[in-house]
């Protein structure tokens, strides 16, 4: 019989902010921070008067085009992919070999160390307390571990830390000679005071920086992301990139949504405010709350697992995120949903509570 390749034996399936097989949709999703809001407007419209028919521009220069002006990068600066999921992949098989060892943060998204072994690399990962990552204590961990690659999500997901000008720039001098600093930024746009990343691409630092449009663009279903790095590494990148990455509906949703500067203004607002406001309201419910960066709150539960608590809520008809998943089973993580949404999801940690 045919057997997979040992690496990939030992890789665990990517778990989504909603389970598999959970049937209809509950009440309030709340578990794979998704924009509560929407996309703009602008987007129905754009979608209405596509060929379909049609192959897609496959390097999206239309797009690319807007991209560059507003990040003040070139276009052999940039590459568009199916979602920032396929971005990691690309750099994985560009730039792991056997062997390699690949730096990450605990907790934090789990496909960057999935990625990293199914190419056969050794990821060593910067431990955490569970509650936070140590963005203070990463250069010198990566000093000592000499990666290949080292990413770093910020604002993290799940803890919400978002890593600082100083400790941005202490992570690249630290890097050697043959590293490569990724910066996934899908959370960027609703941090207060975020890092520039995007100016390190700009002077030509060893930086690579993810984007999304899935997240406060609204657009989580169409499936793009985009990636700005060094023109050397993009050329790399292309060769491993399947051709059209990017659908027609994609591309041109997320022309509009780039272009509706209020409908974004008015998702950041909103989220920020919800944000601040769920932090609030489930530390006043025991719970142990962590100031973040996201469009979701981290939090330990009062007592019991963060399993236990998810349960309840979904048969309340509300869906949250376990923290097992990121290895810190006493946690959960909570979406920042519409004021209506957040209402519901107090309301039922009160009748659970008793």
């Not at 971005?87 to 990450?104: F, W």
């Not at 292309?238 to 949504?257: D, M, N, Q």
Request: hydrophobic fraction near 45%.
């Amino acid at each position: 019989m045919l057997e997979p390749r040992p690496e990939i034996q030992q890789l665990p399936r990517y778990r989504p902010g909603r389970p598999e097989g959970t049937g209809s949709d509950p009440a309030v999703n709340l578990a794979a921070n998704e924009n509560a809001w929407g996309p703009s407007p602008m987007v129905a419209g754009c979608l209405a008067e596509l060929g379909l028919h049609r192959y897609p521009d496959m390097a999206g220069h239309q797009l690319q085009g807007k991209l560059s002006a507003e990040w003040g990068l070139a276009s052999d600066q940039l590459m568009l992919g199916t979602g920032s999921g396929h971005l990691i992949k690309c750099l994985v098989e560009a730039y792991v070999r056997p062997g390699d060892r690949v730096v990450v943060t605990e907790p934090t998204f789990s496909l960057y160390g999935v990625d990293a072994q199914m190419m056969g690399g050794r990821v060593v990962p910067l431990p955490g307390d569970g509650h936070a990552v140590l963005f203070a204590s990463l250069p010198d961990f990566v000093r000592e571990v000499r990666p290949r690659l080292v990413f770093a999500c910020s604002p993290n997901n799940p803890t919400g830390d978002a890593i600082d000008e100083g400790q941005l720039t202490e992570l690249i001098r630290a890097l050697p000679a043959d590293g490569l600093a990724v910066v996934d930024e899908a959370y960027v746009h609703f941090a207060d005071k975020p890092a520039d990343a995007l100016a390190r691409v700009r002077s030509g630092e060893p930086i690579a920086v993810l984007r999304t449009f899935s997240k406060a663009y609204g657009l989580a279903g169409l499936r793009l992301g985009v990636l700005a790095a060094p023109p050397e590494v993009i050329a790399a990148l292309l060769r491993v990139r399947e051709p059209f990455p990017a659908s027609l509906p994609a591309l041109a949703a997320a022309e509009a949504a780039l272009s509706d500067r209020t409908h974004l203004a008015q998702v950041l607002a909103a989220t920020r405010g919800g944000r601040d406001r769920l932090e609030r309201e489930l530390a006043a419910r025991g719970l142990r709350v962590h100031p973040g960066q996201g469009n979701f709150v981290w939090a330990q539960v009062e007592r019991g697992s963060g399993a236990e608590l998810v349960a309840a809520l979904h048969r309340e008809g509300i869906l949250i995120r376990d923290g097992a998943g990121f290895g810190v089973p006493s946690h959960v993580r909570v979406t920042v949903g519409t004021p209506a949404e957040i209402d519901r999801l107090l309301a039922a940690l009160d009748r659970i509570r008793g």
